[in-house]
């Protein structure tokens, strides 16, 4: 079979790169002639600052004190250019002195006592640009001894121990004395009183600090006062909603021990009922201690507004479709009263067959598409913070796996039903779901004629979601972890054409290298075990039926794992990362291919896989506002056999990507280059394919919103 024509040759391609060129240098021309500074006479733009630690030892931040300073670089447009569209930032000496004496009152508050700064270089590069060097002498720091605390004897052990715990976080014998450290280490003291029932503590700290021992020794005086419950909750302002969900979520009752977090969970999980605009709970401690041993608390709420209207438009233009959508929403979160949130979406659209970015040719056949779908949750199921929900949904869509088809190829459908009920809670930091999910899909032809083998696939499971969130932020995480899992049984009890386990953990971390720096990992996998199907993707489609052969690829195709796309591999397409078969149902000479196993590599397309791994290393830097930029590698694999991780096929792809942040997450674009010689180490296997190539580059262009992990 000769292959197809979509790949596109050089003069297709060099208008509209040279287009955007020559739209890229107009806008910073525009930029330089509407926003450019010139720099003053007499005066001189900074073009760096360089703080150094005189003994080269790291005792100091010297990035964190750069950061503190009034003598600072000119800020760059773009993070490339000084002077277009941001002002120059002057060099000034009497600014330089005071700069001097931040640095050294800075290195008191973090134990050096004796540091020293000065101006070690001020060099001028060219007239009126300057480079300015600090120098930071820290000499020997004043060490903490162990602290000591009053007034705590007569606590239960397992408080007194928690107290002991708290401090000695913050305050390690033998450490440099950091007043911070020193004033976080009272507060959690304090907190680790009233989280377990003392309501009134109260504690006064001291820090004696001996310049000649170069020794702070530190004395806590705690008046812990008596273990509270909570009195009466009274909640206001509902204007006529009913408090049952808001007491259910609350997870605190009358009686319940006294807890500050407590207190701020109860108003976090009554803001998570997306009901309120804000949330005010207030203990009233201004009386005292009272007989009773009881603290009233006030939840003040005001309710937003119970409808939303959604509407928007969106484009999607990638190597293996084109689309224009809609999308039209409505949502009630006082459905029939109790807080139920009730939700209806559509999201019509048309694909632009066969426009792709590597096929830029003029649209033949509209393929129509929609999803719609419905949604009811149910607040405080069972009078706990468990939320019960009803998930329908209606799906019809085209099925565009192949960034090649050739040009006859014909295009398969699908019209997807989805259901599933069940519940999801959070437990601390720990989201949990269950739900029985069914799926029952119905296949049709937008173009060509539909193999007479197709069938409709049943799929039923129950399915446990598990996620361990110990991030500073959702939206834009600085630090912490991220431990989340996935557990599926299909077919057997729960019926269905499919009888599968899938597994599927996932870990995130998150480590920040400096004030806009951001070091971020991710490592996830995939376990499939097929138990009535998969003998075509494992390599025996010959042995099998036409009949049975298009059964195990349907059910592949929705039970089966893949990789690439904007949140796996951004080298790769979505699902550009798969075993890659023979389907005869998608190709324009099924009859042939049901007796021929042998096709040139255009006919080949992604099946899914059985085992999956999938690696990411990213460093995020934040450049201007709402601008950041980025720099990753992806690795991933898709292996045809169950429980076979591939750590040799690498797919490593590298790249660069740009963020814009809005209030739903970042806007990001990010284009991965696969690296020669570090796709499959010793070559591809027969199950795999060679990626296609986008302008004749080993590159995909992936867009989404939200970080990629």
Not at 6 to 19: D, G, H, M
Not at 536 to 552: C, I, K, Y
């Amino acid at each position: 079979m000769g292959r197809g024509t979509s790949n596109a040759s050089f003069p297709t391609w060099s208008r509209p790169l040279l287009q955007a060129l020559v739209l890229a240098l107009g806008v910073l021309t525009l930029a330089s002639l509407t926003g450019c500074y010139s720099i003053p006479q007499q005066r001189a733009a900074i073009y760096g600052v360089d703080v150094k630690s005189v003994d080269g030892s790291d005792k100091i931040d010297t990035g964190e004190l750069e950061e503190k300073l009034a003598t600072a670089p000119s800020p760059k447009f773009l993070a490339l250019f000084r002077g277009v569209v941001y002002d120059y930032t002057y060099f000034d000496r009497g600014t330089l002195q005071r700069d001097l004496a931040r640095v050294e009152a800075y290195c008191r508050a973090r134990g050096y006592y004796e540091a020293h700064a000065r101006a070690g270089r001020v060099h001028y590069p060219t007239r009126n640009h300057v480079k300015v060097e600090l120098l930071v002498e820290a000499g020997e720091p004043v060490k903490v001894t162990t602290p000591v605390i009053h007034g705590v004897h007569d606590l239960d052990r397992k408080v007194l121990r928690a107290v002991k715990r708290a401090v000695a976080k913050q305050l390690v014998p033998g450490e440099p004395f950091d007043e911070e450290h020193f004033n976080d280490a009272k507060n959690d003291l304090v907190r680790t009183l009233t989280d377990r029932g003392h309501a009134f503590a109260k504690a006064e700290s001291e820090a004696a600090v001996d310049l000649v021992a170069h020794t702070a020794t530190i004395r806590f005086d705690v008046v812990a006062g008596p273990s509270m419950r909570f009195g009466e909750l009274d909640i206001q302002g509902l204007d006529g909603l009913s408090p049952g969900p808001l007491r259910a979520v609350m997870g605190m009752k009358k009686g319940d021990t006294y807890s500050t977090q407590a207190l701020d969970d109860a108003r976090q999980a009554i803001l998570d009922l997306g009901v309120f605009a804000s949330v005010e709970v207030t203990p009233d401690l201004e009386s005292g201690p009272q007989p009773d041993g009881l603290v009233p608390v006030k939840i003040t709420v005001e309710p937003s507004r119970l409808h939303t209207v959604r509407a928007g438009f969106g484009i999607e233009f990638d190597s293996l479709r084109t689309d224009i959508h809609g999308l039209i929403g409505w949502e009630h979160r006082n459905f029939l009263g109790h807080l139920r949130v009730f939700s209806v979406e559509t999201r019509p659209g048309v694909v632009l067959y066969p426009l792709r970015v590597n096929n830029l040719v003029a649209p033949e056949k509209p393929l129509f598409e929609n999803r719609f779908k419905v949604e009811l949750r149910e607040r405080g199921l069972f009078n706990t913070r468990a939320t019960g929900f009803i998930r329908p949904q209606l799906d019809i869509y085209p099925v565009l796996i192949n960034p090649n088809p050739v040009p006859d190829a014909p295009v398969l459908g699908y019209g997807e039903l989805r259901g599933a009920v069940g519940a999801d809670n959070v437990f601390w930091r720990l989201y949990a779901a269950l739900s029985q999910n069914v799926q029952v899909a119905y296949p049709f032809s937008y173009k060509g004629t539909l193999d007479p083998t197709l069938t409709t696939i049943v799929i039923s499971y129950p399915e446990l979601l598990l996620q361990l969130d110990l991030r500073d932020n959702r939206l834009h995480p600085r630090k912490g972890v991220l431990l989340a899992s996935g557990f599926q049984v299909a077919g057997g009890p729960f019926l269905g054409d499919a009888q599968d386990v899938k597994v599927q953990p996932e870990v995130r971390g998150y480590l920040p290298l400096g004030k806009k720096v951001v070091l971020a990992g991710r490592f996830g996998a995939g376990f499939l075990f097929p138990l009535n199907y998969g003998e075509a993707v494992s390599g025996n489609a010959a042995s099998l039926s036409a009949r049975d052969r298009t059964r195990d690829y349907q059910i592949t195709f929705f039970r089966g794992l893949f990789s690439g796309g904007p949140n796996s591999n951004r080298g790769y397409p979505s699902r550009g990362i798969s075993p890659y078969g023979n389907v005869g149902f998608l190709t324009p000479e099924a009859e042939r291919l049901r007796q021929d196993s042998n096709c040139t590599e255009d006919c080949r397309v992604p099946t899914g896989g059985f085992s999956q791994w999938e690696a990411s290393a990213e460093l995020r830097v934040a450049i201007s506002g709402p601008i950041s930029g980025a720099t990753f590698c992806d690795m991933a694999d898709v292996a045809p056999q169950a429980a076979t991780l591939r750590f040799s096929h690498l797919h490593l792809s590298c790249g660069l990507g740009a963020r814009y942040d809005t209030p739903v997450g970042p806007v990001r674009v990010d284009i991965g280059y696969r690296i020669p010689g570090a796709q499959v180490l010793g070559g591809l296997t027969p199950d795999e394919k060679e990626p296609t190539t986008l302008f004749g580059l080993p590159i995909a262009i992936a867009v989404g919103i939200g970080e990629a992990f």
